[in-house]
């Protein structure tokens, strides 16, 4: 008996531990994939945007005196170890190649890195030390949970914030000045796949209808799928049935995958994790429900390159919305060029983001009265960054909670083995496909 | 004679079996969801369903019952709880994974490397690290082996890094004889790579029970279980049995480990979700009732996919935690009994 307790003790603990562990593989997964803004939010955000940056400007006015910003201290908060260290190193390498790229004659730009080691704590008490060692700014932090902890800090100490990587849309907000996202949040990751779900239909001269959702019943999933299905009924796609799945024990989805056959959608929608995502994408090759299409919002596993490999027989078609470095610009092929040379590994969407946060803050920097926070925080709210290095159809700019007015994700699909980027028009690299499923001769 | 003092006895309170209330709760809930059970049974696609979940519960179920059983047998021989159980089989992943990848080998040929290999790995454990911890009290055992746990999981990332990998099998869906693979049965499919791992469990059950019921090896690791000082009177090397009891339980987990590594990514973590169903079970099953074991297993397997058609939007596990505590209350002792105890 006193045995069984204890068993029973020790599962549970167990069960405590690795779900703890699964919260933070997730967060990141999420952040990998997530991604983009509703329509709506940019909106009224933009309208808020204009009072506060005439507010800012005013201020900065008064302190216009100062040389300006020429020495830039930015500190550097990812995941260095621990799983998600891949993601994390690339990411930090990312903000130094920036750093060296993008010093010039006047402004040098040096990086601190520290190590998050994916726990927000940790996170939090590293920024802080980076910000007491003279960090004028932040960039990270590939994690919801971590960047979520930041937030709160960059306010206090008054040190900008731009997240490279996080999905979560609660972590900006109106009230909180310092924080800045480059990436679209999760719902806009939902209305844009809603959105680009109905494109598909009209291009093929047939729309799409009804939709099966699967997806993960973590807080990304949920959250994606509720902007997806508000975004749906404007475009006129019903959601015949939604079925969530645990991300991180899930071993078969064959029952689930007979329930979206059951229903015959137009089109299967799926977002979700790495891991999950190929088994759903397997599964439905064997079951091979009768849908025109497969498409993931903001899913993990459909837009990264080793998904094809993984899964040969059974990505052929499939689509993914979610943000992506934009392929077909030159400037990104060279950075990435450069970044394989240097690393040897493939540079990753994560951190093209990086890069990017780095050279949203070094553009403020030129504009800002000094390198002090308070003063970068107000020149990032009003900067411009062109020609940004995804697909977002216009320059970086920052609405009043801070979130990129111009964020948007790209809509992906696997044609020939490859991933390629294929509608809005003006970044596909290739024709799309429909209807088209793995399992089509 | 039993009978008739039965009835001379007076019976002040009604005698219930207390597995008759498990009765009373599956009838309970299909009533409770008697909205989602005849939509299955109304219709053809959800029937079609039914016979999917039935399916899919009693293969993965194999699967479960294999991994549980090692961890059984670990716990009735040495009364260790062996939290590390879900972490050698993962670590039985990455070592299939590794001679898959690099000699080009059919990743079922390993299941005759991959259990040796942790076959050796257990014992070396057993030997080294947990060998002078038995004894102790139960928390030290628990922390050691969750110690060791987190040990194989971070040497794992630090290695591997925590990039998802997989092992396909190019023949999986192809036709073998007449069978047509993934195989069509009533609209339910079936896929190759699940069923090789639920026969492949079953084999590998039936080897072990025949191991431990009729070799001499066998004998004395159960009298060793039963009795580990009158296990050492009569000459049985206790300790040596135990750490070959450690080692083949390790290997038990390998071999799982082997037969889903095809249909599931692999990560550093991969293990874990098999580590706390495997608890559930052992529960289920009786601590160190082998046997008990592999049914909980398709017990458990059958709860998990049932039970997500009749409460969706949940997590599967939840039916099958509501289980493990209705166990815990009703039958503390699991459904068969602790075995070895």
């Not at chain 1, 216009?394 to 909670?401: A, M």
């Not at chain 2, 079996?17 to 809930?29: D, F, I, N, T, Y």
Request: hydrophobic share 50%; proline share 5%; with cysteine.
């Amino acid at each position: 008996m006193r045995r069984t307790r204890f068993l029973a003790v020790g599962a549970a603990l167990l069960l405590v531990a690795s779900c703890g562990g699964d919260g933070t593989d997730g967060e990141s997964e999420t952040a990998t994939d997530a991604a983009s803004e509703t329509g709506a939010t940019t909106e009224s955000g933009s309208a808020a945007a204009t009072e506060s940056g005439s507010a800012t400007a005013t201020e900065t006015g008064g302190d216009a005196t100062a040389a300006g910003c020429t020495e830039l201290n930015i500190g550097s908060v990812h995941p260095l170890t621990g799983g998600l260290a891949l993601d994390g190193t690339q990411m930090d390498d990312a903000a130094k190649m920036a750093a060296e790229d993008l010093s010039v004659d006047g402004l040098s730009i040096t990086i601190s890195s520290a190590d998050s080691q994916g726990e927000p704590e940790i996170g939090q008490t590293e920024a802080q030390r980076l910000i007491q060692d003279g960090a004028n700014a932040l960039v990270g932090t590939y994690q919801s949970a971590v960047t979520t902890n930041l937030a709160t800090l960059a306010q206090r100490e008054q040190v900008p914030l731009v997240i490279d990587v996080a999905v979560d849309d609660a972590i900006t907000s109106p009230d909180n000045d310092f924080v800045f996202r480059i990436q679209p949040n999760a719902t806009a990751m939902g209305t844009f796949g809603a959105q680009y779900l109905a494109a598909l239909g009209e291009a093929s001269g047939e729309p799409v209808e009804t939709v099966v959702y699967m997806h993960d019943e973590t807080s990304f999933g949920t959250s994606v799928l509720a902007a997806f299905k508000a975004e749906a009924s404007n475009v006129g796609i019903e959601i015949l049935e939604e079925i969530a799945y645990n991300p991180f024990e899930v071993q078969d989805v064959t029952t689930e995958m007979q329930r979206v056959a059951a229903q015959e959608p137009d089109v299967l929608v799926v977002t979700g994790y790495y891991n999950d995502g190929v088994l759903v994408a397997e599964t439905a090759n064997s079951v091979q429900p009768n849908v025109r299409a497969i498409v993931g919002v903001a899913q993990g596993a459909y837009d990264l390159p080793q998904f094809p490999t993984d899964a040969p027989d059974a990505s052929t078609g499939i689509f993914d919305s979610n943000y992506h470095f934009d392929a077909t610009k030159e400037r990104v092929q060279d950075i990435r060029s450069r970044f394989e040379e240097a690393n040897g590994d493939a540079m990753r969407t994560a951190a093209v983001l990086a890069y990017q946060a780095v050279e949203v803050i070094a553009t403020a920097a030129g504009q800002a009265a000094s390198c002090d926070g308070a003063d970068l925080a107000a020149a990032i709210q009003d900067v411009e960054v062109a020609e940004p290095l995804l697909t977002f159809p216009g320059p970086i700019t920052f609405d009043d909670s801070g979130e990129n007015e111009n964020a948007q994700p790209v809509l992906m699909q696997v044609q020939e083995g490859e991933v390629v980027q294929v509608y809005p028009e003006e970044f596909a690299e290739a024709e799309l496909t429909f209807p088209a499923v793995p399992w089509q001769e | 004679m039993s009978r008739t003092e039965a009835t001379q006895t007076l019976r002040t309170r009604l005698d219930i079996p207390r597995w008759s209330w498990g009765v009373v709760v599956a009838v309970l809930v299909v009533v409770w969801r008697w909205a989602e059970v005849s939509e299955l049974a109304a219709s053809g696609p959800g029937r079609t369903i039914a016979l999917q979940a039935l399916l899919t519960g009693l293969l993965i179920g194999g699967v479960y019952g294999l991994v549980a059983m090692g961890l059984s047998l670990i716990f009735g021989v040495l009364e260790i709880i062996n939290f590390a159980h879900g972490a050698f089989l993962t670590l039985a992943m990455y070592v299939t994974w590794l001679i898959a990848t690099t000699t080009g080998i059919d990743p079922y040929l390993t299941l005759l490397i991959t259990p040796v290999i942790m076959f050796v790995v257990g014992a070396a454990v057993q030997r080294v690290v947990i060998s002078p911890a038995m004894g102790q009290p139960l928390e030290n055992q628990l922390l050691l082996t969750f110690a060791l746990a987190i040990l194989i999981e971070n040497a794992l990332l630090l290695v591997f890094a925590a990039n998802p990998r997989s092992v396909r099998i190019p023949w999986a869906s192809a036709a073998i004889g007449p069978l047509d693979f993934p195989l069509r049965l009533g609209g339910a499919i079936i896929e190759l790579p699940r069923i090789l791992a639920f026969l492949g469990g079953l084999v590998i059950a039936g080897g072990l029970f025949a191991f431990l019921n009729r070799t001499r090896t066998g004998t004395a690791i159960r009298a060793v279980g039963l009795n580990p000082t009158g296990a050492a009177l009569v000459g049985v090397p206790v300790g040596r049995i135990q750490v070959m009891t450690f080692g083949i339980g390790t290997a038990v987990a390998a071999a799982a480990g082997v037969l889903v590594l095809p249909f599931l990514t692999l990560e550093p973590t991969t293990g874990a979700q098999f580590n706390i169903l495997s608890f559930v079970i052992v529960v289920l099953g009786g601590l160190g009732n082998v046997g008990g074991a592999l049914v909980g297993g398709l017990l458990i397997g059958l709860t998990q996919e049932l039970g997500g058609l009749l409460f969706p939007g949940q997590s599967k596990l939840l039916p099958v935690f509501i289980i493990f505590i209705a166990t815990l209350f009703l039958k503390p002792e699991g459904l068969f009994g602790g075995g070895a105890e």
